[in-house]
């Protein structure tokens, strides 16, 4: 029963992506000289070239790197939100857990001293405890004393984004730069890079492992069977005995210490320093990311792939066709809007429903212009 | 001369379920026909198709001799055909008349503006004619729950039904009101409307039909005049086989004071006293009934005892343990079980599967969790086995729980909450929308507590089950224990019958020292 709902899956996730990159096309025909070209660009641009003209040579590298480097991000920030998702509680923000995890994992890298064993896992650790405490707030108002948890986490994007900019500014940035930004972190505190000529680091491994972590997480822990069951139906787990509140409230700082992860991750391996701005807005492209995977661990995995890819492809295409970056984002959001879409397909049909039950309501209320 | 005549109607879903198959269902005109059959026999499809709210795969229906296509609701008023449905669908603000004519108001006048007047007067007027006594000018949630369904009929006949369609109507009444409502009908008939009555309760299908269809697995299993048979010959037809509707009861074999409840209060969140001063001692080796029209405090004392909400006073002592400051798991953990009334909300995860829904109460222990691990293997052993002792259709344990009937879930329910092995058990309204088959498992295994020396706390709304199941009966009324009745057969209570309950139920009477 399993397999063959993944290959009806399957198929129609393809088959959306197909009418998607259609409409994508569509809308490249009408602004550019060469569409095709163009388009191609969007499709095949992460992928390595192989060349024999000149030998057996590969060339390329680099973007394949790029899709790569990005999907890690990716990955990262939708492991992140599916765990709020699963526990059915909802986060904007993942936004500012990362830049406190950047912080935290910037002063570390900065201001202590260490071989490369001990810094690195150092700084990735106060990267994700201070996204872990910046989550806990949020969880905490909400489990408590029910404040909701998407103005929450708004407004304490904004403390986070001021307070990082303010100690950037006032502390941490090198005067000699002609930005607001720190010095180059020391070797010892940036994630070495695996694949030569690519920003491909051993976050690759971290992510993996996060992903792995997450399942092992939801399915193998009474800590997951609780998110599992406070997002199936809340006053179950709590007629079941589940303290549902401290689950609530675990499950949003969870989602933000993988945040955290994420701002170390973007400080020590594709920055190597602090700047002022880090990557606005990248906190949300994980919403796209869980919603894609169903909040599966391994499904994240391969949205974070195809997200990340979507989005390198379109920055190649921005960079070396005639389509400018405003028409790229259109086209990058029609995609995501189909697929998202058809996710939502099911609450459509509930929504259907729902409404024409409505509808037999008024049937019998009789109307008047029946 | 029949009214309607449904021939071989078959409605097969989109996804296969054959709801009916070969229908043939006939009425007479004037007669009351009673159709019964189990959640799931086909009854409710038959029906929607005759409303118009579902057309038929294949099949004719005949009103008077002629071929009708009903493609609507609009279509079946139209023909006279009307449904008062099991969840009333009135407006509660608005008021008993503004409901009655809402969607055909009469109109004054060049201004086109509801003629209120007249419609309170159209209200009086049809409820003087049939005898369905209503407040025109009250809003219908002031109204009780006997005078809501009588705004329904009223709907129906203002809207020129000629035959009713009456879906379950006494799921929600008390006696008396069961009463009043089956005074209503005949006299409906009288005046030359036909009714064609859906119900899960045998003994009404003999007080009030003429005839009676029974229904199982989508297909008619036969049409009898009700008189020529016994409920034990419907339920036979039912059912497919013999059903005991009287529970075997060995004698009782009482012990001490298991569970004691001592002036327990609780007041709502919107400052309203719900229970109030509630004392009771559930006794080892008996079932103790509740009765009482629902919202007066029944939900409320089940939730309080089992920790899902906090008493505002008094105690509960389960074997001389104080649980009233426990939370659920603190309660459970003191040997208390719930069956929970509100099956969908509390009882059951649809979206989990059956396994992961069976162990909520002990997935934090060993064997399931051990050194911080949880084993989904130990969780399905124990569902595999669970399932097979308690008789669960499912399609597998890692199926959802939504795909199972409500008979089902709430046998994963009990399942779950019996393998616990509770000294007391709260069962709250446990056989409610649950098919024969199952309401008999689910009954039987409450015996079996008793009869194992477990202390069962019955809240039912079915008078029926709390007297064939409960060794004493305690009433409430607004909260408040009125009334506590010994129900043993051997003791001897004759002058305890649902009549006399109901008395108490309504608050006409009330003991005035409780033994």
């Known amino acids: 029963m399993m397999r063959t709902s993944f290959w009806s899956e399957l198929v129609r996730i393809g088959a959306v992506v197909s009418v ?85 994992a ?60 303010l100690l950037l500014t006032q502390w941490l940035r090198d005067p000699t730069a ?52 406070v997002g199936a139906n809340l006053r179950f787990a709590e007629y079941g005995g589940i303290n549902t509140k401290w689950v609530i409230a675990v499950s949003m700082a969870l989602s933000g210490a993988l945040a955290g992860l994420t701002g170390a991750y973007l400080a020590m391996g594709l920055l190597k320093k602090l700047t002022l701005n880090l990557s606005p807005g990248i906190g949300f492209e994980g919403i796209v990311v869980a919603l894609l995977a169903r909040n599966r661990p391994f499904g994240v995995l391969i949205a974070g792939l195809f997200y990340g890819y979507l989005r390198t492809g379109a920055q190649i295409m921005e960079r070396s066709s005639d389509v400018t970056r405003e028409v790229v984002m259109v086209i990058q959001a029609v995609i995501i809007l189909l697929i998202t879409a058809e996710r939502l397909f099911p609450l459509f049909q509930e929504w259907r429903k729902r409404r024409s039950d409505a509808l037999i309501v008024t049937d019998l209320a009789g109307g008047e212009g029946a | 001369m029949s009214l309607i005549e449904m021939r071989n109607i078959t409605k097969v879903y989109p996804n296969g379920v054959a709801a009916n198959q070969t229908v043939d269902f006939s009425i007479d005109r004037g007669e009351i026909h009673a159709l019964v059959g189990e959640n799931g026999a086909g009854k409710s499809t038959l029906m929607k198709i005759l409303y118009g709210l579902e057309q038929p795969t294949s099949g004719e229906i005949y009103l008077d001799e002629k071929a009708v296509q009903i493609d609507s609701p609009h279509h079946a008023i139209d023909l006279g055909i009307g449904m008062v449905h099991q969840n009333f669908m009135l407006v509660p603000s608005f008021t008993i008349a503004q409901n009655v004519v809402l969607g055909r108001e009469p109109r004054s006048g060049m201004s086109r503006f509801v003629d209120t007047q007249e419609a309170i007067r159209i209200t009086e007027s049809l409820a003087a004619n049939y005898s369905l006594d209503v407040d025109a000018t009250a809003t219908v949630e002031s109204a009780p729950v006997g005078m809501r369904q009588r705004v329904e009929i009223l709907k129906t006949l203002y809207r020129g039904a000629d ?24 006299r409906l008939v009288d005046q030359g409307k036909t009714v064609i009555f859906i119900t899960h309760k045998l003994i009404e299908v003999k007080e009030i039909s003429q005839r009676v269809t029974v229904m199982r697995h989508g297909k008619v299993m036969g049409r009898v005049r009700t008189a020529d048979v016994s409920e034990e010959d419907i339920a036979r037809m039912m059912v497919g086989r013999d059903v005991f509707l009287q529970i075997d009861k060995p004698p009782q074999q009482r012990g001490p004071a298991l569970a004691q409840i001592q002036n327990l209060g609780y007041v709502s969140e919107t400052g309203q006293p719900m229970l109030r001063n509630v004392t009771l001692d559930v006794y080892a080796g008996e079932v103790l009934g509740i009765a009482g029209v629902e919202g007066n405090g029944q939900t409320e004392l089940a939730e309080v005892l089992s920790g899902l909400k906090q008493a505002t006073t008094g ?148 008078l029926a089950e709390v007297m064939s199941l409960s060794d004493r009966i305690a009433v409430m009324y607004k909260g408040e224990i009125v009334a506590i009745f010994s129900n043993s057969r051997e003791g001897g209570n004759p002058a305890l019958t649902e009549q006399e309950l109901g008395l108490y139920m309504l608050g006409l009477k009330r003991q005035e020292t409780l033994p």
Request: aromatic share 8%; proline share 5%; with cysteine.
């Open chain 1, 106 to 165: 910037g002063i570390v890298s900065l201001f202590v001293d260490a071989s490369i064993w001990i810094h690195i896992p150092l700084a990735l650790v106060a990267a994700m405890i201070a996204g872990f405490l910046w989550g806990l707030i949020p969880g905490l108002l909400k489990a408590y004393i029910g404040v909701d948890e998407i103005v929450s986490t708004l407004m304490l994007n904004v403390i986070a984004l001021q307070l990082y900019q």
């Open chain 2, 315 to 462: 105690n509960i002592l389960v074997e001389g343990q104080s649980i009233v400051a426990a939370d659920a798991r603190g309660v459970r953990r003191a040997g208390v079980g719930h069956i929970p009334e509100d099956r969908l909300t509390n009882g059951v995860a649809l979206e989990a599967d059956i396994a992961d829904n069976l162990v909520v109460d002990r997935y934090y222990r060993p064997p399931f969790t051990n050194g911080g691990r949880l084993s989904p293997r130990r969780i399905r052993t124990e569902a595999t086995a669970l399932i097979a002792e308690f008789d669960i259709r499912a399609a597998g344990d890692d199926s959802p729980l939504g795909s199972l009937s409500g008979g089902n879930m709430q046998k994963v329910i009990v399942a779950r909450e019996l393998s616990a092995d509770p000294k007391l058990l709260i069962a709250a309204q446990p056989t409610r929308g649950v098919d024969i088959g199952a309401s008999e498992f689910v009954r039987g295994q409450l015996v079996q507590q008793r009869n194992e020396g477990k202390a069962v706390l019955l809240i039912s709304a079915d």
């Open chain 1, 20 to 104: 998607a990159l259609g409409i994508g096309f569509l809308i490249t025909c009408f602004v550019s000289e060469e569409p095709v070209a163009a388009f191609r660009e969007l499709l095949t641009g992460p992928f390595p070239k192989i060349s024999f003209a000149d030998g057996f040579q590969v060339k390329g590298m680099n973007r394949f790197g790029d899709w790569i480097a990005e999907s890690i991000t990716l990955v990262l920030l939708g492991l992140a939100i599916a765990i709020v998702f699963r526990a059915r509680q909802f986060s904007l923000g993942a936004d500012g857990q990362l830049l406190l995890g950047a912080l935290a």
């Open chain 1, 178 to 229: 002609g930005f607001v930004g720190t010095e180059n972190f020391p070797v010892t505190a940036v994630l070495p890079v695996i694949v030569p000529k690519t920003r491909i680091t051993i976050a690759l491994f971290l992510a993996l492992l996060a992903v792995v972590a997450i399942w092992f997480l939801l399915t193998r822990t009474p800590l997951g069977y609780e998110i599992r069951i």
């Open chain 2, 163 to 186: 035959l009713l369609i009456l879906d379950e109507p006494t799921a929600v009444l008390t006696p008396q009101e069961t009463d009043d409502l089956f005074d209503a009908v005949r």
